[in-house]
């Protein structure tokens, strides 16, 4: 495929490029250089009709163990991970790790992105899931606070913007499931760099003790219900911390977490999920519903049938 200069591969593995370390092969697997190469991409798909899935870090994806058909995009490549100062914020590419807006942030003297420390991903699937979190304080933050406008790119290479009153922004959603998001313009506002730094640091402590870092995860596997204790709490209460599927076990420090502690495939993964949704629908009515991604997702980004 000429269109992406050699930055194709076929049946990649997911596990390599998923924080989970699970997942079967991408059947072709392509890092657009930049906005023309993504553009003959997803032209070649639409004439292949081949199912187009967009990934970024894989921090909050659970893939099949056979994988997933079609053409699997990822904005890694330099040309998405620009970063510049626009209108006193940052309008930062989709492929820029948030571990890296976290550092350009401070270099720049600019607050507001420091709750993403410990948040694993890029600015793409943080927009797309609207990642957020509570702070050491019981604040809660979502990436949506951050964001005035994305530009986002159809299935058929076209590009528009979007201010942020036109995004329906929920609890980890965006509501963008058919684009791809290309850059984000963020808000922030000026600050003391040592002050910015020492707010990370604090954060990085309160994740590392409060969450589960001991093996690969996708961090927390369910939504909190919206009116019912939180899905952790919950799956504590059902008893089931330390719970073990094949390779996959609940956190035994963080119930909503689920920890590959042992070349998990994703049927323990699927297997475990319904032995906790089954246990806390019993004890508690309650039914949860997944905030990991499951690729390939009968509902997402897809030529065919679209
Ligand atoms: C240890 C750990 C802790 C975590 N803690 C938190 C936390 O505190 N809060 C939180 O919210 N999340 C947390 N997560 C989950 C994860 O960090 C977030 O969901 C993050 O936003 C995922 O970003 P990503 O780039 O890895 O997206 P991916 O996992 O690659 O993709 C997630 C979704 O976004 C879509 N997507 C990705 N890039 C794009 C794009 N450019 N355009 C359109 N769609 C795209 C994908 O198709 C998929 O549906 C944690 C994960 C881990 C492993």
């Known amino acids: 495929m000429a269109a992406t200069g050699g930055r194709v591969r076929f049946n990649e593995p997911m596990r390599l490029h998923t924080t989970f370390h699970i997942g079967g092969p991408a059947e072709i697997w392509a890092e657009p250089a930049n906005r023309q190469e993504l553009r003959q991409l997803l032209e070649l798909a639409r004439e ?3 199912k187009v899935t967009v ?3 894989g ?5 099949g163990d056979d994988g997933i058909p079609g053409l699997v995009v990822h904005l890694g490549s330099a040309g998405f991970q620009g970063y510049e100062r626009r209108d006193g ?6 492929g820029l790790p948030l571990e890296w807006l976290i550092r350009r942030c401070r270099q720049e003297a600019l607050s507001g992105a420091e709750f993403l420390a410990g948040v694993p991903g890029r600015v ?6 609207n990642a957020g979190t509570h702070d050491d304080e019981g604040r809660v933050h979502s ?7 994305i530009t986002l790119m159809d299935l058929s290479g076209q590009v528009q913007s979007l201010s942020r009153d036109q995004i329906p922004f929920a609890y980890r959603r965006s509501g963008l499931e058919g684009g791809i998001v290309l850059e984000a313009a963020l808000g922030l506002v000026p600050d003391d760099p040592d002050a910015i730094e020492e707010r990370v640091k604090r954060l990085w402590a309160f994740k ?9 995860s996708v961090g927390c596997i369910f939504k909190n219900p919206a009116n019912a204790q939180a899905a952790g709490w919950l799956i504590d209460r059902a008893g089931l911390k330390g719970h073990r599927v094949g390779g996959a076990m609940i956190s035994p ?7 590959n502690v042992g070349d998990a495939k994703a049927a323990d993964v699927f297997a475990l999920i319904e032995e906790v949704r089954g246990r806390v629908r019993k004890l508690f009515q309650v039914e949860l519903d997944l905030e990991v991604q499951v690729l390939p997702n009968p509902d997402g980004v897809r030529h065919r049938g679209a």
């Open 59 to 63: 921090a909050n994806l659970l893939v």
């Open 48 to 50: 292949a009709e081949l």
């Open 89 to 94: 914020g940052i309008l930062a590419g989709a």
């Open 143 to 149: 990436f949506s606070d951050l964001v005035r406008s």
């Open 208 to 216: 590392r003790r409060t969450q589960d870092w001991s093996a690969p």
């Open 124 to 129: 793409g699937g943080a927009v797309r899931m």
């Open 253 to 259: 420090t963080h119930a909503n977490f689920i920890m």
């Open 55 to 57: 990934v970024g870090g």
